[in-house]
């Protein structure tokens, strides 16, 4: 049996692979993770391209979960949706 992939697991890739801070809204059951990923190499990219990125560093991780979805911000792009949504 796969083990069970984990917020901490997630974050530690992302923040190895894309050098990002993640945000798991998912609720924290395990199988389906909801991120908001933030990386300055998301700079110059439109939002295919972004998805990509994290898609391909977390290929194997995904592989093992029922669904993953991700919002993705350069950290300018995250700063202004803070400021405008204060309780995210």
């Not at 199988?31 to 990125?53: G, P, Y």
């Not at 950290?75 to 949504?85: C, F, H, V």
Request: net charge negative.
């Amino acid at each position: 049996m796969a083990a069970r992939i984990t917020t901490k697991m997630l974050e530690q890739a992302l923040k190895e692979r894309l050098d990002a801070i993640i945000q798991d809204v998912s609720g924290g059951c395990g199988n389906a993770f909801r991120c908001q990923v933030v990386s300055e190499r998301f700079c110059n990219m439109n939002l295919l391209a972004r998805h990509r990125l994290v898609n391909a560093a977390l290929k194997e991780e995904i592989n093992k979960l029922h669904a993953f979805s991700q919002e993705d911000y350069t950290p300018e792009e995250w700063s202004k949706l803070q400021q405008n949504n204060p309780t995210e």
